[in-house]
Each structure stands twice: as C-alpha cells, then as structure tokens.
C-alpha cells in the first residue's frame, strides 16, 4: 500500500526565514509526485509535478526536488502570504487513477 | 473563466437524510473525483469517473453514490448509509485520466445535525 508521511506537521517561520518542507514515500512504482497548496476553507491548488529522481521544478520561492524516497518543497524568503497548508501526493504504478495525498504542513510565515 | 464550481458551499443535514452535492466543471476534462478531507487525515478518494456513464469507487464509497450522465457534471450523493459524513468535500477534475494533475473546486462543508 502506498505511502506518504510529511514533516513537519506545522512549521512557523519569520518572513524572509528560508526553510524546507518534507514528503517521504513509499510506493510500489512512482508515476508522479505533487505538491499542492491549500488555503484555509478552500480547495487545493496544484503547483509541481516531479516524475523522476533529480528532477526540480521552481515557481517563485518555491521550489521541489524529489529523490527515490523523498521530495523536498523549499521555500526561499518567504512572505507571510506563503502561508497555508501544502499537500504532497504520489501516484504509483499500482492505480492510474488514484493518488494517495500525505496529512500536509501547516506553514505559517509572520510578518 | 475555466473552472470547477461546487454549490453548495455550506450544507446541514439530519441524520437519516440524503443530501446531493453539485460538481460542474467547464474545463472540458474527461476525468473528475470525489474527495473527502477531515481534520488530521489526508485527502481520500470516494468516486472517480473516467468517461460520461463510467465511474469506479474509491477507498471510501460505502454510503456514497454518484452518475455521469454529462461530461461537466459530476453529482455526489452522500446517503443516510453513511456512517459518519460530517466532513469537507473536494470534487476535482482532471484532462488526462491518471489521477495527477488535478484542479479543484471550492469545496462543500457538510455538517450532520
């Protein structure tokens, strides 16, 4: 059964105060890794796909990079509208069509 | 503007009651899901539907039931089976069927009286 654990569960961070968020896996045959963001109330909003180990991918502060058993989401200078939970998911060979999503992080960035 | 639009956002129930929540998207995707999502758990998936008149259950479909009958709409029918269905409902679509890239809707808030 696919696997995915993130840490930490909530990370608090003074604005400009860099940091990393952690997606461990453990899937029969990865076929893609996410990474969302979600704000409080409100549905997920999709920001990386990673299909391979060494694979990275930016987007503002943002950026993802992704081993065979874990993806990091790095956040470089954050701003206090940074804060939200971000979701990792993976899709494994064993379903096109479902992905198993981790719990998130609660990152919260104070001016 | 493209999008998904989930209605209603907020939605009480008695117990014993069904309650049908709305799922439309004009993002012109063949794929749309069924997620639900409580406090300290991941997302977990209820329904998926590849294609019009197709659907697959989920991990969690007991007391659920859904139909696609047109390729923007997606209903979701949490029924009086279900054990426990205070909870936050994701409906999301998807262009390709692998389950990845997936937009989603606002969300609906059910609360069981």
């Known amino acids: 059964e696919d696997q995915v654990t993130q840490s930490p569960e909530a990370l608090r961070l003074q604005e400009g105060e860099s940091s990393s968020l952690n997606c461990s896996y453990t899937v029969s045959g990865l076929r893609g890794l996410f990474w969302y963001r979600q704000d409080p109330g409100k549905g997920p909003e999709f920001l990386f796909t990673?299909?391979?180990a060494g694979e990275e991918k930016e987007k503002e502060r943002l950026k993802a990079t992704l081993t065979k058993k874990e993806s990091f989401l790095h956040i470089t200078a954050p701003k206090p509208e940074d804060s939200a939970t971000y979701l990792c998911?993976?899709?494994?060979?064993?379903?096109?069509?479902?992905?198993?999503f981790g719990k998130g992080t609660l990152l919260t960035v104070n001016p | 503007d493209g999008g998904i639009t989930q209605s209603p956002k907020y939605l009480f129930r008695k117990e014993g009651q069904n309650v049908t929540l709305s799922c439309e998207q004009n993002l012109n995707h063949d794929a749309m899901y069924w997620y639900r999502q409580d406090p300290g758990q991941g997302l977990r998936l209820i329904y998926y539907s590849q294609i019009v008149n197709d659907f697959q259950k989920g991990d969690i479909a007991e007391g659920y039931s859904v139909s696609r009958e047109k390729k923007e709409s997606f209903p979701l029918t949490v029924t009086s089976a279900q054990k426990n269905p205070t909870a936050f409902y994701l409906c999301a679509s998807s262009q390709r069927g692998d389950g990845g890239e997936l937009f989603f809707g606002e969300g609906s808030r059910l609360t069981v009286l």
């Open positions: 998911a993976v899709n494994s060979g064993g379903s096109n069509y479902k992905l198993t």
């Open positions: 990673l299909y391979s």
